[in-house]
């Protein structure tokens, strides 16, 4: 017999999860919504809920998916800079510290005027550039890379010997004086950073200030972009890819930049597919024929889908519905491509996000997992509350991927 | 829309949970006994089963409580005298060493005649006051606090640098020699502090062996109370209270010390209710009436009824059933009378104590939780293999308050 390699499509739908709704006459908006492809994956697959971190805790997208990937957070996790960095393209190394930044207005006194220069922002690579390189007076040894991303945001990146994530922002989140960054340890390493955060800020002020740029922006009754206001300190998670710990061969399709890092992280190769984003106007069919494509090269293909989330933290009700029908869609295109004999189809999410909460709750998250040789469990629909019935049970999420890497016939025995 | 700030009434029924009983055709006295309140509880909420420790271990009542509380018990836990001090209302600080004590019997040769110098005690205040206050004469930076209680029982307090509660009983348990206390562990702390309970156990020989109201009741053909007996020397746990950890504001009404004490050390307020007890008369009408108005005043309002494990220690199957009718009449009360959109009613039990073992066991509780947003499961009885089958699956104990944690809202997200 030959043994043909498995593999896997892993979808996750970002905040899918959720709690009754009064005005759904009780039901969550996954229960209320049209969704015949996953209630056929429940009806074939195995089914149980996910802790995503553990019981009540609610997790970020970035420690959510490091968890679902199989890694356990708190071993692993150093904040978001450096992720976001990765998602963004940026090669950052884990001894890098790296912040999200936005090009924001001060006053001469630093108080905050504006946050964000401007959605659209056709000056941020030019500014970004004239920031780009700086060397630190205090620390000679350490360099500051500053690479502009997406409307009013940048990447801010702190290259060199001896430094830590732990530090505090600049940014103050709202209209109050530029904050001073301070170290959130006692470390050397700490210190170092904080300090030069602080001088860094101060030097983008005096060059942004006095950019030519900025002086055309205020003649055209705009309002300069004057400094770089910094968050987020991290570095890479320090951990191993799937590729080192599995042999597994993994891609990703997934529009957002944070999620698009861990999956970096992870190992994952990043796939461009036109009309895939991160909004309500993504493209799930292209998705899905991208993703079976990719099964002829990769063992694991994540897909990842973010319009449910935002639709959540807006508490769109109708909206969210809308989008679950829309990744249902997904799910009856691949469950009508696949050959269930040798791909395993898994969907799940990576936390609740209740619309009456309007941000991520600590409830568990349902999932289910079709393929060869799972233990179908008699659940019929894919909800929060059926799922609970299922023959997976209450999991922490960081158990799934080694779950998915035995049904591949991947993991390892222990003991003889 | 104006946020209300939501609310919790937290039932404990002590040692409510049981296993199936002969003759009651292999109910449990939990499924036994008509409990229509439970029962309505069980359907609106959601429901599950709790190790309170972990599958197996019997825990004992302080244990079960820092664990149903959210704290690890193996982290946090330092003995139980520290816990029983702070019940009957002696402030005690972490450092202290806090031992349970008897005013007991003994024969010039230190061998016990009675554990017990009588239910009716009324000598007990001066006898304790003739001891408070002793100052070690091997170590005299060490004072010894005695605090009378209840009948023949006072606790004793250790006070001073260097101290640990890692020693042993001088109480026998029974009616032979009163036993010496030997350190626990091999540092200097518990060699200090077992030194200090002999050389005051022979103290309280000599100062109560002399004492004129011991001549008295001589006289009176009662036995001296020539002596007192320590045993569950205990420290404070070390852990922060629920307003440092979570912000939650906290009362409680319970009878027992010992649960009262690991209510304080959760940073609860103790309010006194007239005609709520530890015994089966307690009144349960008056408990819920008090919990109603804590709640215009606190987060979190928690109820504690003893009864039910006191009837399964006794082997009593009909007392047992009896006060799980009393307890029901509580959750009646409340369910009538509370908001369930903005209130959450969460009951549950300490641990299993049944009729037929008249010790605790191991066995997992039963656990519902009702109120805004949860996910109600379709289990129709408050039971402990109905509540098996709900939508919290089986659940470590310390994650309970997590979960509550975050209906409230109060939860913080881990990530970003």
Redesign the interface.
Known sequence: MVTERKNIIFIVVDGLAD??VLSLR?L?PLEAASKPGMDRLAKIGICG?LDI????????????H?SLFGYD?YAV?R??GGLEALGAGINISSDDVAFRANFATVREDMTVIDRRAGRTFPEGDKLAEALNGYRSKNFPDIEVIVRHTTEHRCVVVLRGPGLSHMVSDTDPHGESKVLESVPLDSSFEAKKSASVVNEFTRHSYEVLHNHPLNAEREKRGLRPANILLLR?AGRLPDMPSLKELYGLKAACIVANA?VRGVCRAAGMDVIEVKGVTGGFDTDTNVMGYAALKLLDEYDLVFLHIKGTDSASHDGDIEKKIFMIEKADSLVSLLLDSIDLGHTYLVLTADHTT?V??K?????PVPVAIAGPGVRSDGVKRFS??DC??GGL??LQARFLMPILIDYLGLSKKYGA
């Open positions: 709690r009754p009780g969550t809920i971190i553990s019981p009540g805790v609610p997790p970020g997208s970035d420690v959510a490091l957070p996790y904040g978001r987020g944070l209740p009456s909460v941000e991520h709750t600590g409830d929060e509350r609970a019935k049970g209450r």
